[in-house]
């Protein structure tokens, strides 16, 4: 840490934390993922380990190279910053692949890689510090609902087609 404790805007920080033992609860995006896979434990969440590298300068936090874990449930890499009291930062969010089943359309539209036992999506969360905003609620609402119109319009194809093949199969037989 350098600058003058007379003047906040002058101080600098540079470092990395680690926290063993944690837990989160309460968080509003954790909430989402909770109820949306229907998965009590994703309220509270035992962090097994979280750590980072951090940059204060003034009015600004950078913080990078950000993993928290809770094994065997959730997984959390990448970066934010804080400046005048807003977030920007993007994630790599990876949550256990059947934690996902009662998600239509989750695994093939959102979480679309797997590895390191979790299946992953981008997270984007943005805003004021009181009020931030995230991406993965609108695309798994949005993945489910194609997923539903796929299941509907296929389901719509095959008995059209399938009574187009009755019909025909009708017209054979009555063929002299």
């Known amino acids: 840490m350098t600058g003058s404790l007379d003047t906040a805007e002058s101080l600098q920080a540079v470092g990395t934390f680690n926290l063993t033992g944690a837990q989160l609860e309460a968080l509003p ?11 009590r434990e994703f309220r509270r969440v035992a962090l097994q380990r979280a750590e980072a590298n951090f940059v204060y300068a003034g009015p600004k936090l950078t913080v990078t190279h950000l993993i928290a ?7 959390m890499k990448g970066g934010f910053t804080v400046e005048r009291g807003m977030l920007q930062g993007t994630f790599q969010l990876g949550v256990t692949p059947g ?3 009662w998600l239509p359309g989750s ?5 679309t890689q797997e ?3 979790y299946a ?9 510090l009181d009020h931030l905003n995230e991406d993965l609620s609108a695309r ?15 389901t719509l194809e095959n008995g059209v087609q ?4 009755k019909a025909k199969g009708l017209f054979d037989l009555l063929k002299p």
């Open 107 to 111: 695994r093939t539209r959102v979480f």
């Open 140 to 154: 798994l609402i949005s993945a489910a609902g194609e997923e539903v119109m796929d299941g509907v319009k296929g």
């Open 120 to 128: 992953w999506t981008v997270l984007q969360i943005s805003g004021p």
């Open 99 to 101: 934690s996902l089943h």
């Open 162 to 165: 399938g009574t187009i093949e």
């Open 29 to 39: 995006i954790l909430e989402k993922i909770a109820a949306f896979t229907r998965t």
């Open 115 to 117: 590895h390191d036992g």
């Open 69 to 75: 874990e809770s094994d065997g449930l959730i997984r």
